[in-house]
Each structure stands twice: as structure tokens, then as C-alpha cells.
């Protein structure tokens, strides 16, 4: 199983940007895909997932502003954020793990990660 993060960059606060993660050697419907962060100096904490039923879940401090999305034909999870805060400057993680309906914001209940990309907001 792999997962290639893309999408990370500089971009000043208020801006957009778009993660994509593309996923190999899975069933990928079969998979809750998931996305977390990790900022300089913190844990990894859980940002926003969709379950195969396509059921999102989001962390609090980022809702309205991020929206989780799917494509199953194309293997690809994405993670469009707007608004984009100083504060969401961090390594992004997508995450998969088979659909087991518990702990969905739990980083260690997802077997499979990217290798993280970078997003950084300037003020």
C-alpha cells in the first residue's frame, strides 16, 4: 500500500491551497482515508476524514474552512482548504486504513500514511 501527499506550499494567510493524495495497492472504497498534521514541535493531530461511505468527520478548528473530498475512480482523496491561517502552518499526513467505523481521529488507528506535505502560511 502506498500514498503519494502532494499539493503543499507557501501561501499567505486567507489563501487556498489543495492536497492531493493518491493511493496504490489498496481497494480503495473499501478504506477510510483521513488527513492529519503535524506542526514544529507538536503531536500529529487529526484534521479531517472520510469513511468509504463518504461520511466526514473534521476537527474543530477547522471547519468551514476545509472540505475532505474523494474520487474513488481515480484512487485520490483531496483536502481543499480555504482561509488558511498562520496557524494551519504544518506537514500534512493522508491517512488509510479498511473501514472499521471507530476511532476515526485516532492516528493510530490508520495502518497506511503519505510522506507528508509541507503547507506554510505566512501572516
Known amino acids: 500500500v502506498q500514498l503519494q501527499a502532494s499539493g503543499g506550499g507557501l501561501v499567505q494567510a486567507g489563501g487556498s491551497l489543495r492536497l492531493s493524495c493518491a493511493a496504490s495497492?489498496?481497494?480503495?472504497?473499501?478504506?477510510?482515508m483521513g488527513w492529519f498534521r503535524q506542526a514544529p514541535g507538536k503531536e500529529r493531530e487529526f484534521v479531517a476524514t472520510?469513511?468509504?461511505?463518504?461520511?466526514?468527520r473534521y476537527t474543530d478548528s477547522i471547519k468551514g474552512r476545509f472540505t475532505i473530498s474523494r474520487d474513488n475512480s481515480k484512487n485520490a482523496v483531496y483536502l481543499q482548504m480555504n482561509s488558511l491561517r498562520p496557524e494551519d502552518t504544518a506537514v500534512y499526513f493522508c491517512?488509510?486504513?479498511?473501514?472499521?467505523?471507530?476511532?476515526?481521529?485516532?492516528?493510530?488507528?490508520?495502518?497506511?500514511w503519505g510522506q507528508g506535505t509541507e503547507v506554510t502560511v505566512s501572516s
Open positions: 472520510m469513511s468509504r461511505y463518504r461520511n466526514e
Open positions: 495497492g489498496v481497494m480503495f472504497s473499501d478504506y477510510d
Open positions: 491517512s488509510g486504513r479498511r473501514s472499521n467505523g471507530i476511532n476515526y481521529s485516532s492516528a493510530s488507528a490508520y495502518a497506511y
